[in-house]
Every structure is written in C-alpha cells, then in structure tokens.
C-alpha cells in the first residue's frame, strides 16, 4: 500500500462563518455548562448547602432547649464554633459524591469519548472540571458556613455561649472547614478519575474518610495514635476543629498533608487520563 | 521524546489522504482486535469501512480519534495525530456507534457544552439541531430518546464544527427504515457540498447506495481497498455466464473443454463457468452457432462481500493486499483531479 503518494493534502473545508479552536477557557466554560446541566448535580448541591447551613443551626437549637440538663463539664466544654459548622460531616458527603460522579458520570454514560474527541489533549478536561467544581464548592459552601456561624450564634445568645468571627479559631476553623470540604471535592475527582466506575469510586471515598479511622480506632492505642494523625479524615479534619484533638497534627500542617495526598491522586489520575485508552 | 517526534511532523505536507492509518495494529490483552492495518481515505468522496461485526472496524474508528492508542504503526488527520489538532471539531467530526451522551442532560446542553470547547457559537448549536430535526425534543433529557433520535444527535453532534471530514459507525444500525432512509440522504448531501464521508457498516446494501471507495477487513486485517465498482468486478470474475441458445447441445458440445464446465438449466438455457461472455461469443461464431442471449451473473455487492469475509479470511487478505496497491493510486488520482 505504498503507491498512494500522488494524492494531494486534505480537501479544501467549506467556508464557516465561525472558527474557534480548543483552549483552558473554552473548556471551562463547557466545563461549567455540564456541571449545570445535569438534575444530579442540583440536588447533591442543594443537600449540600441544606445540611452545611442548617444542620448547624438545628444543633445550636436543641443544644439551647437542653441547656438545663447539660452536665456543668458539658457546659464548660461547649464549643460554639464546632457546633455551628457541624454540618460539614454531612454536607462532605454530598460533595465527595458529586465530585466522584463529575467525571464517573462520563464513563458510565459513554459521555467520556465526546469529551475527548473535543478535545483531545484530555487534560484541560480534568483541570477545568476541577476548578468549576472546586470554585463552586467552596463558594456554595463558604455562604452556607457563614449563614451557619451567624444563625447558629445568634441561637446560642440564650445561654451567652455565642463567639463572634473575631473569636480566637473562629476564622481560620471557618474557612478551613470550607477548604476541608473543597480538598474533599478535588480528591474525589481525582477518585472519580483513577477509578472510572461511580460505585467503586464512592466506596473508596467513603473508606478513606469514613471507615479508616475507625478500624485505626480498634487497634491498640500506641499504634493507633501513631498512625491517627497521618490519616486522611484526621489530617485534613484538624483545620476543621477549633481547638485540636489530642494525637493530631497542627490545623495548617495537618491541611497541609491532606493536600498533598490530594495533590498525589490528582498526579495519577492526571497520568491515567492521558494515558489509557477513553 | 516520542511525544515531541509528533509534534514535530504535524503540520509538514504529510499529504496521502484525510485520514491515513499506517502499519496500525491494536491489542487489547490476548487478543489482536486491529492487525497491521494500512489505508488512506481519500477527500472528497465517501468511503465505506465494511466489514463483519467485530472486524475491528469501531476500535480503527477509536484509533482515528485518538480515543485509544494503537499497539503499533501510526495514524494521522489531515497530517496530524489526533491529538495534536488545535480545532479538532472543525477538521474532522465524528459519531460512534455506542452513543457518547451523558443521559441526564438535554440535546441542546449537550451539544452547547461540547460546542464551547472550541468557542462555537450558540447559535450554530441551533442550526444543526435544525437540520437533523430536533427542535422539539431539543431541551428534553437524552435518556428518554428513540434509537433514531440518539442517531439524529450522534449526527448533529459530528457536523457542529462543520467539518471537511465526517467520520460515523454504523449509522444506520438499529434504524427504522424511515430513519435509514434519512441517513442516506443526509450522507449524499454530506457528499454533494464535497465533504469527505468515512463510514462503518456490516451492512454491504447500505455502501451500494452510498460509498463510491470501499476499505474492507475481516479479523482487524485489511482485505480490499478498492472502488466499488472495481470490488464487484473482481468478486464476479470468476463467476458465471448464462447462455441462450436455439442450439444449446451442440454449443454445449464445443465450449466443454478441461478447465470449462457447462451445466444445463433448462431447454436452450446453458450455464457456463471458466469462460467470460466475449469468449462464449467467439466460439460459438466460429461453430455457426446462433446466440439469444449472453448475460454474465454478476455477483451482488452482498454476495462479493460474502465470499471475500467468509472462512478463507486469513488467506485472502494477503492476496487482496498485494494486488490493490495499484489500482488504488490510479483510484486516488482520479479523485484528487
């Protein structure tokens, strides 16, 4: 099949009245409309600001109602702060799943291929998923958390055990539970990603942050406590507590390490996208 | 350092065809989906890329797109691997026979996301929701959509970037025939406003109506790369040659030799295989016999197809090979001028 030389480069297009070529932006913007575009995403959103908001608030309600039968060592160990972003536990969940289901929802539906074909260096697919849903986790969530803070503050007035943001913790305990769910998200896609199948995906997030710990909570406690702080719940849960657990890293340095086994998956899920077959 | 010799080449005059797939094989762990295949589709015309079901003919198409990556040999798009297109919509659009659509979103999100990667305006995503007939069913979910609909989106999903080059699997398959029947007008029209057409099909009917070249293979290996005309011609060569003749026993009498054999239909009716018509003619005017009718049993484009992806594959595929090369340059000559 060597005698196919003679023939010309490809046939002229037909003329368009628009042109176009594949760039971050464009992608984004796509991005943005498949993240809207689908009733999945609106309802794990909507739960997730439902639970992040409220769930806070409904706390600091029953907490107040049962204020006469609390313990006086319940009284003197009420934090305000954890109680009013306890939603978080819930609303992560929602967001983990999402992001699982962000790129998971491509391979279960074929929808992948389209998405690569269109383009077909593959990773500003995985970049712009991860800053639309990152942008808009933490947005979504930031405005929950603060409705969740101040409602929740103001509940707590009865008993005068509300702080303000200026509360030592109160800011950085506030923001990082918003940034602890956004890492949360990003993994998750990453998760999503390596991973392709939604359940498998799910079940993965949910070992790592949710049952992890509690098998290194049944070991004996010289090993479990070593290991404890190094755990993905406990490392990236530490700058969402105000005051820190005993055995635990540093808010910060905690984040810090949730971060890069964050960053770790996001480097193999990245690699994986280029390098498998869609 | 791969990835860089790539990037280096596309964009030089590389110049065979739109499409061009060279020494391509295609494993996917045990077994060997897509072997040593090469071809060119050429601009301008409809190719058809025929072949049984699970020839290998869907993981080509994949390879073309960049959607998975060949075990070995190379394959370009207008001189570039896929991957490395800056406007892969606009140069090549593409529909695969398993529907890549997510379910839960709308026709018009559908296509509107896809159209955003590459800047493509909103109000092209309308256009072609127009022309394959969407409109109604435009804002509806996906999930809920007919085979033909899904096949209607496949469609306005390739000529977004209206493309010189469109690529489709199986287009026709699972259609009713009123769907088939718009497939086929829509691949024509493609072709008339000059448009390069690769399209799959197990069905050799459909490339009859359509595809003016043919790519076959059988078990991922190429058997003919060929006109379709020229693939039918040689299909039937050695195939019969009907004879009528007031003196049939007597005609019978002269043309049976070693390497001829005549068989008797009915009264007057001979069946003659091992000689052409021109050669029927000519010995039965040399023996002053009179002729009535002289019909050659050209063999369907189906029945070409059949005994050329029948059991003797393997064996066949080298031949066709070997004796294409030729008549497929002066082919793409023909084309390009």
């Not at chain 1, 406590?225 to 190094?230: A, E, G, H, K, Q």
């Not at chain 2, 190719?47 to 080509?60: I, R, V």
Request: hydrophobic share 45%; net charge neutral.
């Amino acid at each position: 099949m060597s005698a196919t030389e003679t023939l010309p480069a490809a046939a002229a297009a037909p003329s368009r009245a628009f042109t176009g070529r594949v760039t971050q932006g464009h992608v984004l913007r796509s991005e943005w409309t498949k993240l809207w575009s689908l009733r999945s995403t609106r309802w794990s959103l909507l739960f997730a600001v439902v639970a992040m908001a409220g769930l806070g608030v409904l706390i600091a309600a029953v907490s107040m109602g049962r204020w006469s039968h609390l313990s006086p060592h319940d009284r003197a160990t009420f934090d305000s702060i954890d109680r009013s972003l306890g939603g978080y536990h819930l609303a992560q969940l929602a967001i983990g799943v999402l992001g699982v289901l962000v790129i998971s929802g491509e391979y279960s539906t074929g929808m992948i291929r389209s998405s690569l074909i269109a383009v077909p260096r593959r990773l500003p697919v995985l970049w712009a998923k991860i800053a639309v849903f990152a942008s808009v986790t933490f947005v979504l969530m930031l405005a929950s958390a603060l409705v969740a803070f101040f409602g929740a503050q103001a509940i707590l007035t009865e008993h005068h055990v509300n702080v303000t943001l200026g509360h030592p913790h109160a800011l950085r305990t506030l923001v990082g539970t918003v940034l602890f769910m956004t890492a949360t998200g990003i993994l998750c896609v990453a998760l999503g990603t390596i991973i392709r199948s939604t359940a498998g995906a799910i079940a993965t997030f949910a070992g790592l942050l949710f049952v992890l710990p509690g098998i290194v909570d049944i070991l004996p406690s010289e090993i479990g406590d070593s290991i404890n702080p190094y755990l993905p719940s406990s490392a990236g849960g530490a700058i969402a507590k105000a005051i820190p657990d005993a055995h635990t890293l540093s808010p910060w340095g905690g984040f810090a390490l949730y971060c890069s086994y964050t960053i770790v998956l996001l480097a193999i899920a990245a690699w994986l996208l280029v390098h498998r077959d869609a | 350092m791969v990835l860089w010799a790539v990037v280096a080449a596309c964009g030089k005059p590389y110049g065979y065809g739109v499409i061009d797939v060279r020494g391509v094989s295609k494993r996917y762990g045990e077994k060997l989906a897509v072997d040593d295949l090469t071809f060119s589709v050429a601009p301008g015309v409809v190719t058809g890329f025929l072949g049984p079901n699970g020839a290998g003919k869907s993981t080509t198409m994949r390879l073309i797109l960049g959607l998975d990556a060949p075990t070995s040999g190379t394959v370009r798009v207008n001189g570039c691997a896929y991957r490395e297109l800056s406007a892969p919509l606009h140069e090549i659009g593409a529909m695969l026979e398993a529907h890549a659509i997510h379910t839960g979103r709308s026709a018009y999100n559908h296509l509107l996301a896809l159209a955003q990667t590459h800047g493509i305006p909103r109000s092209r995503v309308e256009e072609v929701i127009e022309l394959v007939g969407l409109r109604e069913v435009a804002r509806k979910r996906v999930g809920g959509f007919s085979l033909g609909m899904g096949q209607r989106l496949g469609v306005a999903a390739a000529l977004l970037g209206d493309p010189a080059t469109v690529i489709l699997d199986e287009p026709a398959n699972g259609l009713d025939p009123e769907g088939i029947h718009w497939i086929r007008n829509l691949l024509k029209g493609l072709a008339a406003e000059g448009r390069t057409v690769f399209l799959s099909s197990h069905l050799m009917s459909e490339m009859a109506q359509t595809a003016d070249h043919l790519i076959v293979i059988g078990r991922g290996r190429l058997i003919a790369d060929t006109s379709v005309a020229e693939f039918v011609r040689r299909a039937s060569s050695d195939t019969n040659v009907r004879v009528r003749s007031p003196q049939a026993s007597e005609l019978r009498d002269v043309l049976v030799r070693s390497d001829v054999e005549v068989q008797s239909i009915e009264g007057g009716l001979l069946e003659v295989s091992g000689l052409n018509g021109e050669q029927i003619g000519e010995i039965a005017l040399r023996a002053r016999i009179v002729i009535s009718e002289l019909t050659p049993q050209q063999a369907t484009l189906e029945e070409a197809f059949m005994s050329l992806t029948g059991d003797s594959v393997e064996y066949r595929a080298s031949a066709a090979a070997g004796e294409e090369s030729e008549s497929q340059s002066s082919e793409n000559v023909g084309a390009a001028a």
